[in-house]
């Protein structure tokens, strides 16, 4: 059946009327309050900022005020230590070109740095390799290097190195 053209039809149109009367000022409002609220934050986060930049500027003058200081005494405190730097360069290098020296004086024929300590790992792996095989090179160049060699031995383990490094050319 249709409807009837009277009461049904002027029911809904108004209730259509009123629905988007009703329906627009709701969404426009919450629209707007998102908006407000949107705004209200951005002014907030804003305020927040400036306050923190006026904190921030204060803190970085006291800061640099501090930091000049600092770099003044540092300064001075560096000059200080300079000299006291040259002075001790100065008797360490005496002290050195004097030991320097007598080690020089104490070396054995052909060694060319100064003898480890009898527990240094390297120290004793080459002279346990040059132990078990004299003709190794690279233990009886590390011997005769640091010393490590017998005086009786040197000349003739030169010699064997010598030949070996005449042959490698």
Same mark, same amino acid.
Not at 69 to 89: F, G
Not at 113 to 118: G, V
């Given at each position: ?39 209200? @934050? ?6 927040? =900022?400036?306050? +923190? %930049? *006026?904190? /921030?500027?204060?803190? &970085?003058? !006291? #800061? ?5 200081k600092k770099a003044q ?5 560096? @000059?200080?230590n300079n000299a006291k730097?040259? =002075?001790?360069? +100065? %008797? *360490?290098? /005496?002290?050195?070109? &004097?030991? !320097? #020296? ?68």
């Amino acid at each position: 059946m249709p409807p009837k053209k009277g009461k049904g039809k002027k029911q809904h149109d108004s209730d259509d009327e009123e629905s988007e009367e009703s329906y627009e000022p709701k969404a426009s409002k919450k629209i707007q309050k998102q908006a407000q609220k949107k705004q209200n @934050s951005s002014a907030k986060k804003q305020l927040d =900022q400036e306050s +923190e %930049d *006026d904190s /921030d500027s204060q803190n &970085e003058q !006291v #800061e640099k005020k501090g930091q000049k200081k600092k770099a003044q005494s540092q300064n001075q405190n560096k @000059s200080r230590n300079n000299a006291k730097k040259k =002075q001790q360069k +100065e %008797d *360490d290098e /005496d002290e050195n070109s &004097e030991s !320097v #020296e007598n080690d020089k004086e104490n070396f054995k024929l052909y060694q060319k740095k100064e003898t480890p300590p009898e527990d240094d790992p390297c120290r004793i792996y080459y002279e346990s390799l040059y132990r078990e095989k004299p003709d190794s090179i690279l233990a009886l160049k590390y011997c005769l290097d640091y010393g490590l060699i017998e005086e009786t031995n040197i000349q003739k383990a030169h010699k064997f190195y010598e030949k070996y490094k005449s042959k490698q050319k």
